[in-house]
Every structure is written in C-alpha cells, then in structure tokens.
T-cell receptor, first 114, second 111 residues
Framework: SAVISQKPSRDICQRGTSLTIQCQVD?????MFWYRQQPGQSLTLIAT?????????ESGFVIDKFPISRPNLTFSTLTVSNMSPEDSSIYLC???????????FGPGTRLTVT | QKEVEQDPGPLSVPEGAIVSLNCTYS??????FMWYRQYSRKGPELLMY????GNKEDGRFTAQVDKSSKYISLFIRDSQPSDSATYLC???????????FGKGTKLTVNP
C-alpha cells in the first residue's frame, strides 16, 4: 500500500486568505484525488488530478476556488482560495490503490477559517 | 434524494455483539460496493468490497448487497473495541474511478 503524507496537518486561517495543502506519496501513481469532509457531511470528491493534464473538477467545485497542481507522479497541491468560514473542513488527498476502487488516503488537513 | 444514504448513528454496542451497518442508494448504475473504515483523525482505509449482489465474507466482516432493493449492509461478528471507528459505504459505477461516500456511521464497541 502507498504511504501518503499531507502538510499542514491543521491550520487556522483568516477569511479572504488562501492556503495551499501539500500531498506527498511514497510511490509513483497516475491518479490522485482531493476530497472535502465537512462536519456531519459525506466525504465529497473535489477533483481528480492526473500528472500532465488539467485536473477534473466535480460539480460544485471550480478551479478558481480550488486550483490544483500535479507537477509529478508523487506530489500534488490543493489551494483553497479566498477562504470563508464555510471552507472550514478536513481536506484529504488519496491515490489509486492496487484495485480500481481501492484508494489510499492521507491523514487529512484540518482547516478552520475564522 | 441523495445518491447514498447512511444513518450516522452513533452506534454503541458491547464487546462481542453482532453489528449491522447499512446504506441505501438511488443510482441503479452502481455495481461495486465498498466499505471504508475511518479511525479518529485518520484517513479512510478500504475494509472490503463486493461486486453486484451477494455476500462476501472476510474474517469477522461480511458485506452484503441487495441490488433489487438498493440496500448495502456490513456485518461485524464478535465486535472488538478496536472496531470502534466510523464506517463509510462507498458505491461506484463500473468503469469509473469515482466513489460516492455515505456520511458514515460512528461505531463504538465498549469493553
């Protein structure tokens, strides 16, 4: 299985600012995923990031708000832009596992926007 | 109607109990049905999955899918305190890497 790390593990930010979350994998993977887990809500896919191509965003998520970079096969970043308190959430990255429907998740970044 | 509905609980049982966790879904195109387990302040990890209708057993865990009623179940036998976690069902369509997660059911197994 892949080992995934995320930075920062948590942060408290002021509204109107931006935060970039890093996701590092210990092996090369083609597909990486970014999720949001809001309190009391389902784990929701934000976008899928393949190396060498633009990220594919799910309905309700836009690139201007959540720009994603995927510079190589072991690293990705998600930026939460112009933050509001509604962006307070846990953000998780995941990568494809050995099986098509298996994903390995990072520990998450706990974001609080004040 | 949400694509996946899951009772968030919380569910509290004594050690050794049989636990039943359930989800319903609305999308008939779902063919693969995953159960993820998430410990506190950790990312989810895949517990097991089934394809189409039927049962699948893995140790103390049994996953069951009834496509006719769009009902997914996870049974835990002889539950242990280490099973205390949030369990998320996550169906997927064939040919798509996208998982649709339920809200998760928080389970506590008391020693």
């Amino acid at each position: 299985s892949a080992v995934i790390s995320q930075k920062p593990s948590r942060d408290i930010c002021q509204r109107g600012t931006s935060l970039t979350i890093q996701c590092q994998v210990d092996s090369q993977v083609t597909m990486m995923f970014w999720y949001r887990q809001q309190p009391g809500q389902s784990l929701t896919l934000i976008a899928t990031a393949n190396q060498g191509s633009e990220a594919t965003y799910e309905s309700g998520f836009v690139i201007d708000k959540f720009p994603i970079s995927r510079p190589n096969l072991t690293f990705s970043t998600l930026t939460v832009s112009n933050m509001s308190p509604e962006d307070s959430s846990i953000y998780l990255c995941s990568v494809e596992g050995g099986d098509l429907y298996e994903q390995y998740f990072g520990p998450g970044t706990r974001l609080t926007v004040t | 109607q949400k694509e996946v509905e899951q009772d968030p609980g919380p569910l509290s049982v004594p050690e050794g109990a049989i636990v039943s966790l359930n989800c319903t879904y609305s999308n008939s195109a779902f063919q693969y049905f995953m159960w993820y387990r998430q410990y506190s302040r950790k990312g989810p990890e895949l517990l097991m999955y089934t394809y189409s209708s039927g049962n699948k057993e893995d140790g103390r865990f049994t996953a069951q899918v009834d496509k006719s009623s769009k009902y997914i179940s996870l049974f835990i036998r002889d539950s242990q305190p280490s099973d205390s976690a949030t369990y998320l069902c996550a169906p997927a369509q064939g040919g798509s890497e996208k998982l649709v997660f339920g809200k998760g059911t928080k389970l506590t197994v008391n020693p």
